[in-house]
């Protein structure tokens, strides 16, 4: 098998070179930021961490996309939302019939763009509860030891097929945990509303997810974000994969005992002057509310308390 990482970011590295590492397939990398591309040029490969240990230089093969002329079979999406309309465009050459995207970005918004290029029996989507993070051009940290995080993976049209089971095998063999889902949206959905409580006041505190969930109030605000989000989905005909409880033990498991001294990606971008995702994210559960007659009070406060946040860090 053969696939073309777009965005050789924090999770387009882990999922490439895992795949790289672990299973028989071609890997190549596609981006875009000058800084790290010079630098993984200059120092001949990405330096990888596991848990800040183990710093090991990996080669990947690294193009941008107007020098690329590979023709993958999958292509694995990792962009920032804000920035996959533009990487999209610059990449249009490449896409084929033959071909299927993959992506597990965070929020919803990608799937609108990929579709401009694919059908939509060739969009496989995802959602991955892991961390990583890129450290600076050229340097990724993938926290967890080896096996650790989950992702489920779904066909846009629900269905199982032949190209998503080879993808599953390979991710299998990339430990990468994978779960195949029958619910799309569903599926994205229930990542989305874990983002909109832990991504978001993590970042709009400058908090690890321990230190959030450590906060004798964190479940209760958890579950007044759960809520809402639920509320609106529910007018709006949308059935989460998981229970409103079942989603806070989520939020609950992943802070306290996955990923407890991790900064959310968002935190990472407003740390470095980028913009955050919350539009696609609490903005995107409070579009599906105010469509359908009901307005998240609390995801509308937060989309703008986290725009905010993004707006007094420069401040500092
Ligand atoms: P990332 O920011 O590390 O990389 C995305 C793109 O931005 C890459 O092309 C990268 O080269 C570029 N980039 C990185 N820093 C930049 C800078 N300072 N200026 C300009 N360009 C820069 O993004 P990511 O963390 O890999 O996230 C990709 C998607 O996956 C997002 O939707 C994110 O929410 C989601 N996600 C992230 C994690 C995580 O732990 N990082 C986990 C699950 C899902």
């Known amino acids: 098998m053969r696939y073309t990482v777009i965005g050789a970011?924090?999770?387009?590295?882990?999922?490439?070179?895992?795949?790289?590492?672990?299973?028989?397939?071609?890997?190549?990398?596609?981006?875009?930021?000058?800084?790290?591309?010079?630098?993984?040029?200059?120092?001949g490969g990405v330096y990888v961490s596991r848990d800040h240990e183990n710093r090991r230089l990996?080669?990947?093969?690294?193009?941008?996309?107007?020098?690329?002329?590979?023709?993958?079979?999958?292509?694995?999406?990792?962009?920032?939302?804000?920035?996959?309309?533009?990487?999209?465009?610059?990449?249009?050459?490449?896409?084929?019939?033959?071909?299927?995207?993959?992506?597990a970005m965070n929020g919803w918004g990608h799937f609108e763009k990929i579709s401009q290029y694919f059908s939509e029996d060739r969009i496989y989507g995802g959602t991955a509860l892991v961390a990583t993070v890129l450290n600076g051009p050229g340097d990724v940290d993938f926290i967890g030891k080896s096996g650790a995080g989950t992702m489920h993976m779904c066909a846009m049209t629900n269905e199982v097929t032949d190209i998503e089971k080879a993808i599953f095998a390979d991710f299998q063999k990339a430990n990468l945990n994978p779960e195949i889902s029958d619910d799309f949206k569903g599926m994205c959905m229930a990542k989305i509303v874990f983002n909109s409580v832990v991504?978001?006041?993590?970042?709009?505190?400058?908090?690890?997810?321990?230190?959030?969930?450590?906060?004798?109030?964190?479940?209760?605000?958890?579950?007044q974000l759960i809520n809402e989000a639920y509320d609106a989905c529910e007018r709006a005909g949308i059935k989460l994969i998981n229970t409103r409880a079942e989603e806070l033990e989520s939020v609950d498991y992943?802070?306290?005992?996955?990923?407890?001294?991790?900064?959310?990606?968002?935190?990472?971008?407003?740390?470095?002057?980028?913009?955050?995702?919350?539009?696609?994210?609490?903005?995107?559960?409070?579009?599906?509310?105010?469509?359908?007659?009901?307005?998240?009070r609390t995801h509308e406060f937060l989309t703008h308390g986290v725009h905010l946040a993004e707006l007094a860090f420069q401040y500092h």
């Open 9 to 43: 970011g924090a999770m387009g590295l882990r999922y490439g070179i895992l795949l790289q590492e672990h299973t028989d397939a071609h890997v190549d990398f596609i981006d875009a930021w000058a800084p790290h591309i010079d630098k993984i040029r200059e120092q």
């Open 58 to 103: 990996i080669p990947i093969n690294l193009y941008t996309p107007e020098e690329y002329d590979g023709d993958p079979d999958v292509w694995i999406i990792f962009m920032k939302q804000m920035q996959l309309e533009d990487m999209l465009k610059r990449c249009a050459h490449l896409f084929k019939d033959h071909q299927v995207a993959f992506s």
């Open 199 to 223: 991504n978001t006041l993590c970042t709009m505190y400058q908090i690890t997810m321990g230190q959030f969930i450590s906060y004798p109030g964190a479940r209760d605000m958890a579950m």
């Open 254 to 296: 992943v802070s306290r005992t996955g990923n407890p001294l991790h900064y959310p990606s968002m935190y990472q971008d407003m740390s470095r002057g980028r913009k955050t995702e919350v539009d696609y994210i609490n903005g995107y559960i409070a579009r599906i509310g105010r469509e359908h007659d009901y307005v998240c």
